[in-house]
């Protein structure tokens, strides 16, 4: 895997100790080039002081597909994808993503993440799923004001498993 020869596959960087990958899902075409697409999950992607603490800020990433992908850091995705973040702290998203069809009928395929997990003051925290619709740009989504760029669902009890509930399309 470390001397992959061209048009044999792509290596993708996170962050170092972000566990970048640890999960990891088809996405279905979500920018709507004809290439499908990726879902990688860094659940420590940054790590930010918070008074005399730090917390982590986790993400995933929509990878796009091509012809011809090449190896990539997710720090410089430039036009290969776009970041999906949440503002709240302690998040950890997964290990629950997928592609999920194209549920709002646009042509792009959508793409659901689950909260498996909370830490720090706000635990334990109910389940939460965040749905976000496929888009052609490159910018940023932050997963706690999506507008109309996706939805969220969250559980009303603690430790019901909610955020497993995600399925993708077969």
Same mark, same amino acid.
């Given at each position: 895997?470390?001397?992959?020869? %061209?048009?044999?596959?792509?290596?993708?960087?996170? @962050?170092?100790?972000?566990?970048?990958?640890?999960? $990891?899902?088809?996405?279905?075409?979500?920018?709507?080039?004809?290439?499908? *697409?990726?879902?990688?999950?860094? #659940?420590?992607?940054? /790590?930010? #002081?918070?008074?005399?603490?730090?917390? !982590?800020?986790?993400?995933?990433? /929509?990878?796009f597909?091509?012809?011809? +992908?090449? *190896?990539?850091? $997710?720090?410089?995705?430039?036009? !290969?994808?776009?970041?999906?973040?949440?503002?709240? !702290?302690?998040?950890?998203?997964? +290990?629950? /993503?997928?592609?999920?069809?194209?549920?709002?009928?646009?042509?792009?395929?959508?793409?659901?993440?689950?909260?498996?997990?909370?830490?720090? #003051?706000?635990?334990p925290? #109910?389940? !939460?799923?965040?749905?976000?619709?496929? @888009?052609?740009?490159?910018?940023?989504? *932050?997963?706690?004001?999506?507008? %109309?760029?996706?939805?969220?669902i969250?559980?009303?009890? $603690?430790?019901?498993?909610?955020?497993?509930?995600?399925?993708?399309?077969?």
């Amino acid at each position: 895997i470390d001397n992959l020869a %061209s048009g044999e596959g792509f290596q993708i960087d996170g @962050k170092e100790g972000s566990h970048t990958g640890w999960s $990891l899902s088809a996405g279905g075409d979500v920018n709507g080039d004809n290439f499908d *697409d990726l879902i990688v999950t860094s #659940p420590d992607d940054e /790590v930010v #002081p918070i008074g005399a603490n730090y917390g !982590r800020v986790s993400a995933a990433y /929509v990878v796009f597909g091509g012809s011809s +992908p090449t *190896d990539l850091s $997710l720090d410089n995705l430039d036009s !290969r994808g776009f970041r999906l973040f949440t503002s709240s !702290r302690y998040i950890m998203y997964g +290990p629950n /993503v997928a592609g999920i069809g194209d549920i709002n009928n646009d042509g792009l395929g959508d793409i659901s993440i689950g909260t498996a997990a909370t830490y720090g #003051p706000a635990q334990p925290a #109910p389940g !939460r799923i965040w749905t976000v619709f496929g @888009k052609t740009d490159t910018n940023e989504v *932050d997963l706690e004001d999506m507008g %109309s760029e996706g939805t969220t669902i969250t559980s009303t009890a $603690l430790d019901d498993g909610f955020a497993s509930l995600i399925a993708k399309d077969s």
